[in-house]
């Protein structure tokens, strides 16, 4: 009996050791006590069958986390993915990697220096500068960086950060996120026997909020806060009233465009610097006026659980419809003046379903894909003036599907080839920190 209560104590006192050891390497970046330790912390996650990480480590909301999928629901194998070198360069982020600049789905032209961090890979590359300086943000917490292209930190920030970033020639714009009391923190007269005030909630709500940054130094110029721009007028007020039934996240903001001159000119009274948001749980996407964060625009229930929306240069806007129908996404294309639907694409012949996230990048007057659960990027080719689902084509260039080159982890328990969720996966040119 004695044995084993020594020996209980014994190992009670190593996990303490270890604990105190992995929090002093986490909370000051002491990376070399950490490698020194992380075969003693395999060795008792074997030993006791725990996984430490899961149990304790950053991600503290299962349902966010990132997961390997089986690869059942893409398009391709090992044997057929795609290979051919790509046009420009592809600024990729995989859920179980680090974000790498590629050539062809083969070829890794640059990786970026992540030592200074712990769990690099839960980094979130949001931007890249043609001097190879990347954004960096901490997905669903706090952490906003700067890193040149060897890994130095140029600035850093504690800001919450979420999803896709914006810039102009100044500042970034990312959707940031706050916490408020329903019941207590609602204090002005306006929010009165709201949806969102008398919402029960059992924890706080989280609030969307666009926080405008200045790219140069990290500093936070202005954070506008959604449920005030929703709230300022009735006419915006009666949309979260008319169409909120997320109570703990009405105001979910998964992307955030920040307009030129010539793509505010399509909005009527729209002007440089208008910022165009996409909302998930509103099934909404709508234009905030830069001086008075008033809703200007909006677009409704044409999509469902939508991101990425993307104006183009002909008066339209494309949207990442995530929920076109069971199991099938699409790009639908909406006219900005009359708010009706001109066309859409749902890439009918093969798989194309993303059930969370979803990018558009219109690059070089060239339109493309990004299906993040597939692991997949295509670029969808149409000879006709808006997208259509009968006449325009899918060209595939990337897939997650497992690769010894670019690593992920390989085979499920039953044997399937398994792949990664793409996070970002944009092309870029012309960079200069690339010879």
Excluded at 28 to 53: G, H, N, T, V
Excluded at 106 to 118: D, P, Q, S, T, Y
Excluded at 130 to 141: F, K, S, W
Excluded at 345 to 361: A, V, W
Aim: glycine content about 6%.
């Amino acid at each position: 009996m004695i044995d084993k209560i020594s020996r209980l104590s014994f190992y009670f006192s190593i996990i303490l050791i270890i604990f105190l050891l992995g929090y002093l390497s986490h909370k000051y970046k002491a990376k070399k006590i950490f490698q020194s330790i992380e075969p003693i912390i395999s060795f008792f996650e074997l030993k006791l069958d725990i996984d430490f990480d899961e149990k304790f480590g950053e991600r503290k909301n299962d349902i966010f986390s990132f997961k390997t999928v089986k690869s059942n629901d893409t398009n391709f194998s090992l044997n057929n993915k795609p290979s051919s070198k790509f046009d420009y360069f592809l600024f990729l982020k995989l859920d179980k990697n680090t974000p790498v600049l590629m050539s062809d789905p083969n070829n890794i032209v640059w990786k970026w220096n992540l030592n200074k961090f712990r769990n690099p890979g839960k980094l979130i590359p949001y931007l890249l500068f043609n001097n190879g300086d990347i954004i960096l943000g901490r997905y669903e917490t706090k952490g906003l960086y700067r890193l040149n292209k060897d890994g130095k930190i140029i600035w850093s920030n504690e800001y919450y950060n979420h999803h896709w970033i914006s810039h102009d020639e100044k500042n970034l714009y990312v959707p940031g996120t706050i916490f408020l009391d329903n019941k207590k923190d609602l204090e002005d007269p306006i929010y009165k026997d709201s949806f969102i005030k008398n919402c029960e909630a059992s924890h706080k709500s989280r609030f969307g909020t666009v926080m405008i940054i200045n790219m140069q130094n990290g500093m936070l110029i202005e954070e506008i806060s959604l449920i005030k721009s929703f709230y300022k007028t009735d006419e915006s007020k009666n949309l979260i009233e008319k169409f909120a039934n997320n109570c703990t996240d009405t105001l979910h903001l998964n992307d955030v465009r920040v307009l030129d001159q010539d793509k505010a000119n399509y909005f009527v009274d729209g002007k440089k610097g208008d910022i165009l948001i996409s909302l998930r749980h509103l099934n909404m996407i709508a234009l905030l006026d830069k001086d008075t964060h008033e809703v200007k625009w909006f677009v409704q229930g044409k999509f469902v659980y939508q991101h990425s929306p993307r104006v183009t240069n002909r008066g339209t806007v494309m949207v990442f419809d995530n929920y076109y129908k069971p199991d099938r996404s699409r790009i639908v294309e909406i006219d900005i003046v009359s708010k009706k639907i001109v066309g859409f694409y749902s890439g009918k012949n093969e798989n194309f379903y993303s059930n969370t996230r979803g990018r558009i990048q219109l690059f070089e007057d060239r339109v493309f894909v990004q299906s993040s659960d597939q692991g997949e990027i295509f670029e969808i080719i149409c000879d006709s003036k808006f997208l259509n689902d009968k006449t325009c084509k899918s060209n595939y260039l990337f897939s997650g599907v497992f690769s010894s080159f670019y690593p992920n982890t390989g085979f499920s328990v039953d044997g399937n080839y398994t792949k990664d969720q793409i996070y970002i996966g944009d092309f870029y040119k012309d960079l200069e920190f690339i010879n």
